[in-house]
Nanobody, 127 residues
Framework: QVQLVESGGDSVQTGDSLTLVCTPS???????????MAWFRQAPGKEREFVAG????????YYADSVKGRFTISRDAARDAVILQMNSLKPEDTAVYYC?????????????????WGQGTQVTVSS
């Protein structure tokens, strides 16, 4: 059951920017104060990896080392939206990007702790 929807993926050139947006797929889906909302990505032949996350209660943000200084995660609590602003894109950023929800704010990096996911949006960065 897909509970989140991602949008904004595209094919771009090195150095370009993209904005990814994640929203609930149904009105009954609720993001709670204790949740972490996060973006993961998975490139062909590689494991899914954490990219960025934000705590819903305090808006505390976490980033993978590979994207620090280039990506910014933000939240819009009014519409339960999670936004990933991606700047200075590199070919190694090419992947399917997934939005996910973790009900445990203390298990932020482990994909297995997340209990709701979107179908993903493709980001392709060419040199």
């Amino acid at each position: 059951q897909v509970q989140l929807v991602e949008s904004g993926g595209d094919s771009v050139q090195t150095g370009d920017s993209l904005t990814l947006v994640c929203t609930p797929s149904e009105r009954t889906f609720v993001i709670y104060a204790n949740d972490i909302m996060a973006w993961f990505r998975q490139a062909p032949g590689k494991e899914r990896e954490f990219v960025a996350g934000v705590t819903w209660r305090n808006n505390k943000k976490y980033y993978a080392d590979s994207v620090k200084g280039r990506f910014t995660i933000s939240r819009d609590a009014a519409r339960d939206a999670v936004i990933l602003q991606m700047n200075s894109l590199k070919p190694e950023d090419t992947a399917v990007y997934y939005c996910a929800r973790n009900p445990d704010s203390y298990s932020r990096y482990d994909a297995s702790k997340y209990n709701a996911w979107g179908q993903g949006t493709q980001v392709t960065v060419s040199s």
